[in-house]
């Protein structure tokens, strides 16, 4: 099933990338819609994983953002696919594209922080872990998670 990564380009598509980012990473802990959004929102580069297969969410089935932290990093935030979509490749399409973009900006590495069941997900994907970060919703462990994408500063 085809599914195609981009960012959202109209002001329904930016509404339902917005509620679904809700829906599946805040929503399940009782936070508030507008807990999804932050003040880096406006600088930061959004994508979203289309399929013609779903219908609700103008067909949103994954949302992922990249911010740029510093000229040498590049940071992934609020990555999540719909369970439909799980297990399907929607992910590492995501992740691909934002890897494309950070190196296009000639970022070193990018960083993220991963829930606990996400690790092996980001592992398989080349990233590695340094450290314990949080503790979200003081039941939600995460870790910061690095990969480097270009080694041309580390010589």
């Not at 799980?86 to 829930?115: F, N, P, V």
Request: proline residues 4%.
């Amino acid at each position: 099933m085809p599914i195609t990564i981009r960012s959202p380009e109209t002001e329904e598509e930016c509404r339902h990338y917005y509620h679904l980012r809700w829906q599946l990473l805040r929503a399940p802990w009782g936070e508030p819609e507008g807990s999804e959004k932050d003040a880096l929102e406006p600088q930061s580069h959004h994508f979203i994983a289309v399929s013609d297969k779903q219908k609700a969410h103008t067909g949103i089935v994954g949302i992922a953002r990249l911010q740029f932290n510093s000229r040498e990093e590049a940071q992934i935030r609020y990555m999540a696919v719909i369970p439909a979509f799980q297990r399907m490749g929607t992910g590492s399409k995501l992740i691909a594209a934002m890897e494309k973009l950070a190196g296009e900006h000639q970022c070193q590495y990018i960083a993220l922080d991963a829930r606990e069941n996400a690790v092996a997900f980001y592992q398989a994907l080349g990233y590695r872990i340094e450290t314990k970060s949080y503790l979200l919703f003081n039941e939600i462990q995460h870790y910061r998670m690095l990969k480097l994408i270009s080694d041309k500063h580390s010589k």
